[in-house]
Antibody, heavy 123, light 107 residues
Framework: EVKLVESGGDLVQPGRSLRLSCAAS????????FFWVRQAPGKGLEWVSG????????AYADSVRGRFTISRDNAKNSVYLQMNSLRPEDTAFYYC????????????????WGQGTLVTVSS | DIQMTQSPSTLSASVGDRVTITCRAS??????LAWYQQRPGKAPKLLIY???SLESGVPSRFSGSGSGTEFTLTISSLQPDDFATYYC?????????FGQGTRLDIK
């Protein structure tokens, strides 16, 4: 069974940093791309960042480029989102998702999602 | 960035109805479009990928069509579980973008 579990969400002050983790299990981790998608309370889905299967390609939304960094550790079957210089508008549930297509360089749809972790940025 | 526009934003329907949701892209995305269902408090669920391919395990009452800039999601006969919010997503190029969502309510 494919399973993705996010962790690391917290209440933080503006300007501070936070690192989210996504632990994966039930499949061959290093064949897949991963994405982070966020959803502010009561709002729609916003794609945040993506990382392809071999870490050769990363991509970011304009709203987070330069502040957020996506990475992966294939030995730990985990994906991370390092979030720096956090702003109140970054407040959201953050979902980790798996790319549907194996070993793809570019973007793909997401066929598995975690349950989300809540990040609240407020003083 | 490619803008995705869904219509309508809200749709009221009854069990057994046939409903269609439209998604328009601001430029051609070929067939690189997905549809997701999201129930309150839950993660999104992939329904359709590559515009018209049904994800494994998804009921056949869901179907997708379109290419280029115009796409539709059709639910042939609404079931109680289908009342949720639906999002389209383009993955033709980065940044990936979503439509604003269509909330499907019980009439």
């Amino acid at each position: 069974e494919v399973k993705l579990v996010e962790s690391g969400g917290d209440l933080v002050q503006p300007g501070r940093s936070l690192r989210l983790s996504c632990a994966a299990s039930g499949f061959k981790f290093d064949d897949y791309a991963f994405f982070w998608v966020r959803q502010a309370p009561g709002k729609g889905l916003e794609w945040v960042s993506g990382l392809n299967w071999n870490s050769a390609k990363t991509a970011y939304a304009d709203s987070v480029r330069g502040r957020f960094t996506i990475s992966r550790d294939n030995a730990k079957n985990s994906v991370y989102l390092q979030m720096n210089s956090l702003r109140p508008e970054d407040t959201a549930f953050y979902y980790c998702s798996r790319g549907r297509t194996r070993r793809i360089v570019g973007p793909t749809s997401s066929d598995s999602w975690g349950q989300g972790t809540l990040v609240t940025v407020s003083s | 960035d490619i803008q995705m526009t869904q219509s309508p934003s809200t749709l009221s329907a009854s069990v057994g109805d046939r409903v269609t949701i439209t998604c328009r892209a601001s430029q051609s995305i070929s067939k690189w479009l997905a549809w997701y269902q999201q129930r309150p408090g839950k993660a999104p669920k992939l329904l359709i990928y590559e515009a018209s391919s049904l994800e494994s395990g998804v009921p056949s009452r869901f179907s997708g069509s379109g290419s280029g800039t115009e796409f539709t999601l059709t639910i042939s006969s609404l079931q109680p579980d289908d009342f949720a919010t639906y999002y389209c997503q383009q993955y033709y190029t980065y940044p990936i973008t979503f439509g604003q969502g269509t909330r499907l309510d019980i009439k």
